[in-house]
């Protein structure tokens, strides 16, 4: 499943991107593009714009309309929608700022390029091949769980 998210929709992609979902993104794009690489590329369209959805709709686009408040209720939307779990498994997680599979790194290959204490901290790190971000799963990753857990009882409910 290959999704691409209207420009009003970031930050559901990031979130989408780390469960490891493949979502194009970009501010850029008008919408008669994202309807054409929809097509082009078989993504599913994301959007919170019903003119748009409409005119996907038309057009014979798989579109979904996305329409929770939170984070967490989009999340459960699409989950209950397109069938993915809604953990992370960050051997499958995407890049959240560019969208390219992460992978694994020998932590000794990133000294020098994460803060000293968070070296110190932690053991594993994933760096993103294209851009070169460098994850792990500190303080935020908290918050980020419970986003999920909260997804999934709103998805049970
Ligand atoms: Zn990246």
Redesign the pocket.
Known sequence: MKFIADGMLGKLARWLRMLGQDVKYSTQLEDAELISVAEKEQRVLLTRDSELYKRAIAKGIDAFYVEGRTEAEKLAELAERFGFPLMIDLKRSR?P????T?QLTPKEKLAGKVEKNTFKYYSEFWK?P????IYWQGAHWKGITATLEEAKKIKGS
């Open positions: 890049c700022a560019c969208n390219t992460i993103c294209n851009c070169g971000n």
